[in-house]
């Protein structure tokens, strides 16, 4: 089954605290990216990745680093959490087709709190 | 820059009543449409997209026609069931550009 997959689904953790979330897609998409979902803001990108090796900044990258060492895998690092970015976020993948995005398929979510 | 702009939810509508959820884009070119939606507690998945001008996208019953000369995507439902309950989001990827710009989002309540 083709799918994004997003580890842990749920998260509470202290403010400082290093933590990674990871990310896993199984259809051989080059493009990767991070979104976070906040109330009233929709979807925000922090990060995205057109194939591996190649990352750059989304619209809200403060406080998170990325890296694309394989094709399936995009982990979100936090180095060192604060409550702002307490948050619900999501990995996606697409394709690119005919110089364009193809659909976007997204990871279940991951629901971070920082106390 | 290329724009994404939804009707403020929520909605809030009957069993069985007609949707219209108004989305319309600012963007240079000829633009993909997409309409995600997001049921609670889980992720995005794609509802339906058009590529070009006067297609329309269809799909469990929702529709949307890509409408260049108003530069608008509404997404439309001829009778609404309470599984619809849902967020729903409006999106465009530029032609050329690998991004996707989002709308805000717009939540669907409907009550049996």
């Known amino acids: 089954e083709a799918q994004v997959t997003q580890n842990p689904r749920y998260l509470i953790t202290v403010t400082g605290k290093k933590l990674t979330v990871t990310c896993s897609q199984n259809m051989n998409h080059e493009y990767m990216s991070w979104y976070r979902q906040d109330p009233g803001l929709g979807l925000r990108q922090i990060y995205y990745?057109?194939?591996?090796?190649?990352?750059d900044k989304g619209d809200v990258p403060e406080g998170y680093k990325v890296s694309r060492k394989e094709k399936r895998n995009f982990p979100l690092i936090l180095e060192s959490p604060s409550p702002n970015q307490t948050s619900l976020y999501f990995c996606?993948?697409?394709?690119?087709?005919?110089?364009?995005?193809?659909?976007?398929?997204f990871g279940q979510g991951t629901r971070l709190t920082v106390v | 820059g290329d724009s994404v702009t939804q009707m403020e939810g929520p909605v809030t509508l009957s069993e069985e009543a007609f949707l219209t959820i108004n989305c319309t884009y600012t963007?240079?070119?000829?633009?993909?449409l997409f309409w995600y939606v997001q049921y609670p507690g889980e992720g995005l998945q794609l509802l339906l997209k058009?590529?070009?001008a006067d297609d329309k996208g269809s799909n469990k019953g929702f529709e949307a026609t890509y409408r260049k000369e108003t530069t608008s995507f509404h997404l439309e439902k001829g009778s609404v069931q309470v599984s619809d309950s849902a967020v729903y989001f409006c999106a465009l990827s530029p032609r050329g550009n690998y991004q996707l710009i989002w709308g805000a989002g717009t939540k669907l309540i409907i009550k049996p």
């Open positions: 058009a590529t070009k």
């Open positions: 996606a993948s697409s394709l690119f087709f005919q110089g364009a995005r193809t659909e976007a398929f």
């Open positions: 990745s057109m194939n591996v090796e190649v990352t």
């Open positions: 963007a240079t070119g000829y633009p993909s």
